[in-house]
């Protein structure tokens, strides 16, 4: 299983970014997906967890101003992020497992690299 995320940047608060989580042919399909993120001296937390039907469960701290989407002909799951905050700052990262507690609580079987978001006041 391959994850591979893109798409970070440096944006100041306010702004937006969508990130991209390119993953195997038959991920999106098979298995739970989630988006983390890790900021210096902190625990990684979950930002949001795609469910078996397709549903997304969001953290507090990101709902309503981030979106999950996917592309399955492009193997893609995307994280729109608007009305990005200096708190949003962080190493995000795209997550893949069968099991969805494992997932969720954050040791998840496939990660990518991770994609560092700014966001600056």
């Known amino acids: 299983v391959q994850v591979v995320e893109s798409g970070g940047g440096s944006v100041p608060a306010g702004g937006s970014l969508t990130l991209s989580c390119l993953v195997s042919?038959?991920?999106?399909?098979?298995?739970?997906l989630g988006w983390f993120r890790q900021a210096p001296g902190t625990e990684r937390e979950g930002v949001a967890l795609?469910?078996?039907?397709?549903?997304?469960y969001y953290a507090d701290s990101v709902r309503g101003r981030f979106t999950v989407s996917r592309d399955n002909a492009k193997n893609t799951l995307y994280l729109q992020m608007n009305n990005l905050k200096p708190e949003d700052t962080a190493m995000y990262y795209c997550?893949?497992?069968?099991?969805?507690?494992?997932?969720?609580?954050?040791?998840?079987?496939?990660w990518g690299q991770g994609t560092q978001v700014t966001v600056s006041t």
């Open positions: 997550a893949a497992d069968h099991i969805r507690a494992r997932l969720w609580r954050g040791a998840g079987a496939y």
């Open positions: 042919g038959n991920v999106l399909s098979n298995y739970f």
């Open positions: 795609v469910l078996a039907d397709g549903s997304v």
